[in-house]
């Protein structure tokens, strides 16, 4: 069973964004890391990797050479192997792009399953799933709070909004699915496998590799352009409720967003 993991190389933090003089996101200019909903994507996979024999793992990202340590952090969390799709032309790429590059990627590899977050930190748009899916001709299963595996099926579940009920899915491989922040903690890697990931095979791809020109992808090609950036002024709230009350509903707020 061969397991496709998108992972995205994303700002550390929402403030410390900064942007190019073509208003793209500066990465070499901020801390980056593996972002979150992707941790959940690959727990997701080593977890099906436990559970089934011949299970292979690859970790799949496209973006400047800083992008490796996304796919460095994968390799810690479980996956097997990564490939790096790197070119100067995807500058700029918006979702329609990433997602052709993306496609061509999987093809290449051969895959059963493709698993991804439900959306990246630094865009949010959550539409490369079903696009990609669409792309390569197979189910999407999108925002899964559970996945299962079964033979050549799997099976999910979603609650798309509290008080809405769960909707049970199932779909035959190959497939693309993401999973939601519900899924499943994912691990800490331990300092023994940060240390063998270093020695991982990690395969680097240009876009002639995948078939793709440089024309098809980055700023010239993308159907959206950004026009301008306005930083959002931080807010403050003032709680007037009894204290206790106060403090409970602060800290589940907290909890929820799984800061305590």
Same mark, same amino acid.
């Given at each position: 069973?061969?397991?496709?993991? =998108?992972?995205?190389?994303?700002?550390?933090?929402?403030?410390?964004?900064? %942007?190019?003089?073509? =208003?793209?996101?500066?990465? &070499?200019?901020?801390?980056?890391?593996?972002?979150? @909903?992707?941790?959940?994507?690959?727990?997701?996979?080593?977890?099906?990797?436990?559970?089934?024999?011949?299970?292979?793992?690859?970790?799949?990202?496209?973006?400047? *050479?800083?992008?490796?340590?996304?796919?460095?952090?994968?390799?810690?969390?479980?996956?097997? #192997?990564?490939?790096?799709?790197?070119?100067?032309?995807?500058?700029? *790429?918006?979702?329609?792009?990433?997602? /052709?590059?993306?496609?061509?990627?999987?093809?290449?590899?051969? %895959?059963?399953?493709?698993?991804?977050?439900?959306? *990246?930190?630094?865009?949010?748009?959550?539409?490369?799933?079903?696009?990609?899916? #669409?792309?390569?001709?197979?189910?999407? =299963?999108?925002?899964?709070?559970?996945? !299962?595996?079964? #033979?050549?099926?799997?099976?999910?579940?979603?609650?798309?909004?509290?008080?809405?009920?769960? !909707?049970?899915?199932?779909?035959?491989?190959?497939?693309?699915? &993401?999973?939601?922040?519900?899924?499943?903690?994912?691990?800490?890697?331990? %300092?023994?496998?940060?240390?063998?990931?270093?020695?991982?095979?990690?395969?680097?791809? *240009?876009?002639?590799?995948?078939?793709?020109?440089?024309? #098809?992808?980055?700023?010239?090609?993308? @159907?959206?352009?950004?026009?301008?950036?306005?930083?959002?002024?931080?807010?403050?709230?003032?709680?007037?409720?009894?204290?206790?009350?106060? @403090?409970?509903?602060?800290?589940? %707020?907290?909890?929820?967003?799984?800061? /305590?």
């Amino acid at each position: 069973m061969k397991i496709v993991v =998108l992972t995205k190389h994303v700002p550390q933090a929402v403030a410390e964004v900064s %942007f190019g003089r073509d =208003l793209t996101v500066d990465r &070499s200019a901020v801390r980056c890391r593996l972002q979150d @909903a992707d941790e959940y994507a690959v727990e997701q996979a080593a977890r099906i990797a436990c559970r089934r024999l011949d299970v292979q793992v690859t970790a799949l990202t496209m973006g400047p *050479s800083g992008a490796s340590g996304a796919l460095r952090s994968a390799l810690a969390r479980g996956a097997d #192997e990564g490939v790096h799709v790197l070119d100067d032309a995807l500058h700029g *790429s918006d979702a329609p792009a990433t997602s /052709l590059v993306l496609a061509a990627a999987c093809r290449r590899l051969g %895959f059963d399953l493709v698993l991804c977050g439900t959306a *990246s930190t630094d865009s949010a748009m959550s539409v490369i799933p079903a696009m990609l899916a #669409e792309r390569l001709g197979v189910p999407a =299963l999108c925002c899964c709070d559970t996945l !299962e595996t079964e #033979e050549d099926m799997l099976f999910a579940t979603r609650e798309d909004a509290p008080g809405t009920g769960t !909707e049970e899915l199932a779909a035959a491989m190959p497939a693309v699915v &993401s999973v939601t922040d519900r899924s499943g903690e994912p691990r800490y890697p331990r %300092f023994e496998a940060v240390a063998d990931a270093r020695q991982k095979l990690v395969r680097t791809w *240009s876009l002639d590799d995948l078939g793709i020109g440089p024309d #098809e992808v980055g700023l010239a090609a993308a @159907a959206t352009k950004v026009t301008g950036v306005t930083r959002a002024e931080a807010r403050t709230t003032t709680v007037n409720e009894d204290p206790a009350a106060a @403090a409970a509903r602060i800290a589940d %707020f907290l909890t929820r967003r799984q800061f /305590l």
